[in-house]
């Protein structure tokens, strides 16, 4: 696989800033590339004098290969790692401080669901229209608040709770001009059907808890109508390569001293351009004041022991075949069998296991049984079989 100049010198460069001063890069190479529900995540394999690394990127991160050795299994724990970690931070615009406005229509979406799982009672699904039709309002609300730049002919309602005279306001200032008609259509009359379902719900005496879903679906989409609408009208113009008109321009790091360059990964152009600019500044989370017994940390060994399913199944069948049906004791679990050279009981996890790693046995490597004893086979896994 193809190991574009400027991006191996940009994981060059993590390594280096993740490392102490004796740290030296060998070799970096790109092993593969895959695009996971519309994220493309690439990984790197990286040679050092303190081991091999895989380096996968977004985010970027890396993983010891001596602890993860398949590949497959670094980019999966990446994926759910790096999913755990920005469901912790649900701000749908994470570019800017700014848009944490967001979070306030979002709790009130929630608020809402969470209401309309627990309604009973017509009343309760009418309530649930009514937290709708508020978390509309406060996204006019919001939305009045971040100062957008309108067309000059606009004319503001006398009333903030307008939500339809205000939408088609907001409407106009995000998809302006004859090329956004469409989009421009499609907020307004999205809004005007869902203010007028949400007022149908709030008064509706036969409701009911499927009418309250309906209003929660269609809700939500103009909310998301609107985010979606409002980033594109704030973001940049997308850079297109001048050569062959490809979206595929990105940033890369030149040659050391010499900058950053715009390169197209389709033809192969490139300029130079300006540094990416710096990641706004994020308030640190207030240090945890608790107790850490040192004796609950957990060491990263799992991943070390890793049998394919052809390994293991060989050496089930080498053992099976070292035994008769006759000679397993039917007290004994599945996993347990005897050898009739020496009549020796033995546990099939325990053998699997210590033939792949002879040297140091991992911490719960044989996955079901806690004792010591090399020969138990005990169900309850604490005692040993006599």
């Not at 409002?230 to 001048?242: D, G, I, N, T, V």
Request: proline fraction near 7%; hydrophobic fraction near 40%; include cysteine.
């Amino acid at each position: 696989m193809e190991s574009p100049e400027g991006q191996r010198r940009a994981i060059d460069e993590y390594l280096r800033s993740q490392s102490g001063p004796d740290f030296a890069v060998e070799h970096v190479e790109k092993v593969n590339s895959e695009s996971i529900l519309g994220r493309d995540y690439d990984v790197w394999d990286a040679h050092t004098n303190e081991g091999r690394w895989w380096v996968i990127t977004p985010p970027t991160n890396l993983y010891s290969q001596e602890q993860i050795k398949s590949m497959d299994i670094a980019l999966s724990f990446h994926i759910g790692l790096m999913t755990r970690m920005e469901a912790r931070n649900p701000v749908i615009f994470r570019e800017a401080e700014d848009r944490t406005w967001v979070l306030e229509v979002l709790r009130r979406i929630e608020t809402a669901s969470d209401n309309l799982d627990r309604a009973k009672e017509v009343e309760d699904v009418q309530a649930v229209g009514m937290r709708l039709r508020e978390c509309l309002l406060s996204l006019v609300s919001k939305m009045r608040e971040i100062s957008l730049s309108l067309p000059p002919e606009s004319t503001l309602p006398s009333q903030n709770g307008n939500f339809k005279e205000w939408a088609a306001v907001f409407s106009n200032a995000i998809a302006p001009g004859r090329s956004l008609a469409h989009l421009r259509k499609l907020l307004k009359s999205q809004s005007d059907s869902t203010w007028e379902l949400l007022g149908w719900l709030t008064h509706a005496r036969n409701a009911s808890h499927l009418d309250g879903r309906l209003a929660l679906v269609a809700a939500n989409s103009l909310v998301e109508l609107f985010l979606f609408a409002l980033a594109r009208a704030e973001r940049e113009a997308l850079e297109r390569c001048p050569a062959c008109s490809s979206y595929q321009v990105e940033k890369q790091m030149a040659e050391p001293g010499e900058g950053w360059l715009l390169v197209c990964s389709t033809c192969g152009w490139s300029r130079q351009t300006d540094p990416p600019g710096p990641s706004p500044a994020r308030a640190s989370p207030e240090p945890r004041e608790e107790e850490i017994d040192p004796d609950d940390c957990i060491p990263l060994q799992d991943f070390g022991i890793f049998l394919t399913p052809g390994q293991a199944r060989a050496a089930l069948q080498a053992a099976a075949a070292q035994i008769t049906e006759d000679e397993q004791p039917a007290w004994s679990n599945t996993f347990a069998v005897q050898f009739p050279e020496d009549g020796s009981m033995h546990d099939i996890h325990r053998l699997v296991h210590n033939s792949f790693n002879p040297d140091d046995p991992s911490v719960g490597a044989e996955l079901v049984y806690e004792c010591g004893e090399p020969n138990c086979v005990s169900p309850n896994m604490l005692a040993c079989a006599s």
